[in-house]
């Protein structure tokens, strides 16, 4: 039995054809979307998606943004374009002192605490030392002190030995003080003369008196003063010439 023929292209009926899908083409102009009409019991409805950003698919979903490092008592930067504040910068350019520098302030501060020490123990003792010096100041300044009579620390009999250094002589004399008096009593043994010594000014240590006496002896000047060791220095002098002697006397 021959074949049957096919039916030609003009025998097809449009109309025996069921609607399924509507692709719009993909043009320059057109929006970046597509659309498909889905098979629905009615032929106008469609459904619409958003297209899909090719370079995203390469980025991994769970990616976060860096945290950043956050300075304690500053806020964090607004933006990644802002710059860092001026008390950031500070804090970061601190930095921690060196084992070196530390050292050294170490050794500063005990070679000063050594110092202080060596010049107090060297000065102590001066100022102790300076202490008793107070009294023996007002000690001075009362026996500088000007009087108008013979002090106590005068009273009593002296005796010593005078020398003469022009004439290379020595001899012997006593004198006698009271206190409260303006006259004293010297007495040459050896001469045999006896004076009256008057008081013309004097202070508590030393006496200036002038000298009466009977010859062989001579008149003059007496400077009697009184020595730390408890002695008296008897200066006899005429004025007006280079006449004079003088000895240390003790008390009896």
Known sequence: MPPEPEPSPTQLDPAAFEQTAAFDAVA??????????????????TATLDPVDPGALHEPAD???????????????????????????????????????????????IGVGVGIAIIALVLWPQLKDDDPGAP?????ASDNRPVTTIPPAFAGTWKGTVVNTNRNVSFPIQVTFETGGTT???????????GTLTLSKGTE??????????????????RITRQPDGTLQYVWSRPGTPLGYAGKLSRN
């Open 28 to 45: 320059p102009a057109a929006e970046p979307t597509a659309t498909f009409n889905v098979i629905s019991p009615s032929p106008d409805a």
């Open 136 to 140: 023996t100041d007002q000690t001075n």
């Open 63 to 109: 990616r976060t943004e860096p945290t950043p490092h956050i300075v304690p008592g500053l806020r964090p930067a607004q933006g990644d374009g802002e710059r860092p504040s001026k008390a950031a910068l500070a804090l970061g350019g601190l930095r921690r002192p060196s084992n070196h520098v530390l050292g050294v302030a170490l050794s500063l501060f």
């Open 184 to 194: 004293a009593r010297a007495f040459y043994p050896r001469e045999k003369c006896s």
């Open 205 to 222: 240590s030393s006496l200036n008196m002038a000298l009466a006496i009977p010859k062989p002896c001579t008149n003059g000047t007496v």
